[in-house]
Structure formats: C-alpha cells, structure tokens
C-alpha cells in the first residue's frame, strides 16, 4: 500500500517517531502542526468532567496529514517492508485533517519492533553459519572455496564477522531480510577477497 502524501512535504523537518510515540502515551490522539518552520506533534483529547473534545492544536492544521506523517516516520526507524506490512495492517490510510488515534501510534510502533526482532531471529542460524570467529560450517565450506587454507589471525576473523553483519543489518532495513543463502555466500566472497 503506497502512502500519498496530501500534506505540504515533511522533509526532515519531520518529527522522529519517538515524538509521535511520546504524544500518543499522553494523549488520546495526535495531530502535526506546523510551528513557524518546524513539525510538531501535538495532543487532542476529552476535557476531565465535561467529556468535550478540545485539540491542543492550532485551527491551520486541518489539512495536515497525520497519518502519512507518522507512517513516514515510522519508515525512518524500521524498515520500508516492515512499515508497509504495518500501515497496511492497521489501515494507517492517509487523512487530512483528521487526528491519528494514540492507540494505533502504540500498536504500530508494537508491530514494528515485533516485526524487527522476529526477523533478527529468522537470519540468526544463517548468520551463524556463516560465522568466521565460531567457524560455522558455511564459513568453512566458502573459504575452502577460495582457497584459504589455515587458520585465520582472530582480528581477521572479527573483522569478517563485522562486515557480515553490517550487511545482514542492512537487509533488515531495507526489507530484504531473510537473507537467503547465496547472498551471505556472495558477502562472504567479498570479505574474503577485500583481504588480500
């Protein structure tokens, strides 16, 4: 699900997702303001003993897109698949003007993290074999094929494990997490090959 933007562009004047989560706890639901130059997110809620609803927000805010606004931040902390999947389950659907609910700025961010760990977890054996300080199988299997043979110095060895995981770090931001086989292979080529 693509999200439009309706909304005047965001740029990096957009509010971190930790500000959207920080509104949600205190409020009811949240809106995006612009205050002079800069994004803010701000609390509606219920006034205590009237039950009338009152927005801490200022009257030019009508046509701001919440939603599209949080989803954007969201993508800035998780990965773009994992914030799809979550807008599309939770239909965070653009709407301007209108406030975004604090329960669902909690669920998102719940389901993201759920999401990032579960796929941590799924590449963890892969990452494992192909471990060059543990001498995981596939580490072995790989370097046989390039023609190392002995064992490796241990700085060496903390230097591939370090290049293999900035590029299984990498593929979970960017949606491509599980890795499959072949391409921790091809990784693994490389940092062996950046050796010599």
Request: net charge negative; proline share 5%.
């Amino acid at each position: 699900m693509a999200i439009e933007n309706s909304s005047p562009a965001f740029g990096n004047a957009l509010p971190p997702l930790d500000a959207f989560s920080s509104a949600a706890r205190s409020n009811e639901s949240i809106k995006l303001t612009l205050d002079g130059e800069r994004w803010q997110v701000q609390g509606t809620g219920v006034l205590p003993g009237s039950g009338r609803q009152v927005a801490w927000v200022k009257p030019d805010s009508d046509q701001v897109d919440t939603t599209s606004a949080f989803v954007q931040a969201l993508g800035q902390s998780f990965s773009a698949g994992i914030s799809r999947a979550v807008a599309r389950e939770l239909d965070l659907s653009p709407a301007p003007g209108k406030a975004l609910s604090s329960r669902k700025v909690e669920q998102a961010v719940d389901m993201a993290q759920h999401s990032q760990q579960a796929l941590s977890g799924v590449d963890f054996f892969t990452r494992l074999q192909f471990s060059a300080s543990s001498g995981g199988s596939e580490f072995k299997r790989v370097s046989a094929q390039e023609g190392i043979t002995g064992k490796l110095p241990t700085d060496v060895l903390a230097r591939l494990d370090q290049i293999l995981d900035q590029k299984f770090s990498d593929a979970v931001k960017t949606g491509a997490s599980p890795v499959a086989y072949r391409d921790a292979e091809n990784w693994l080529k490389e940092a062996l090959a950046s050796l010599n």
